[in-house]
């Protein structure tokens, strides 16, 4: 495992509250895990794009998670990608709560419309470049790839997902709404911790089947 200490650590602490995911939750996360497995029983990379509106909060976060699960369970290649319906920026704020967590993230275009960020988990890797774009936009797969809705907008405003063989809904709690607020920060951090939380209990699937 190349897991930066940090984030190795989260990880420790993720596994030991999987009793805090709802059942009906588990559920919909052991169909995306059986989704994986299949894929790697088959002799196929299992390709996966979280999408919601923006492309700015929670699909960036989402993505990182799974890439970094993969990682923390020495899982086989996994290829992690992101997308919204259309294409904003990834947030300042979410890019703020993944660093807090333990990313290193870093941008030289900070002032920039719709920043390119670089992202590691790792000190062994080459950093993973991160930008909004829409879900059919380079260099997002366009055909065999898993589709993961984490937004109620996205999910209704785009019923079928062209080239997708796997579609779930696994919508959440959107922390834009506490943008600009006392609780912001709170909010941001508690989201991408249930999002981590409950995309390394899905790697853990993976990693027992």
Known sequence: MNLSISLKNVCDSFVKEFDKIPAERK???????A???????????PRLIVICTHNSRRSHIGQLWLAVGAEYFGLPLIETYSGGT???AFNPRSVSALKRIGF?????????????YEVMWSKAMDSYIAFSKKFDDEPNPTSSFGAIMVCTEADEGCPFVPGCDFRLSLPYDDPKAFDDTALEATK???RVLQIG???IYTMYLVAKA
């Open 27 to 33: 559920k919909q996360l052991q169909e995306l895990a």
């Open 104 to 116: 290193d993230i870093s941008t030289t275009q900070a002032n920039t419309q719709n920043p390119k």
């Open 86 to 88: 259309e294409a904003t």
């Open 188 to 190: 941001y951090d508690e």
């Open 197 to 199: 939380r409950e995309i």
């Open 35 to 45: 989704y994986i497995s299949k894929k790697n029983r088959d002799g196929e990379i």
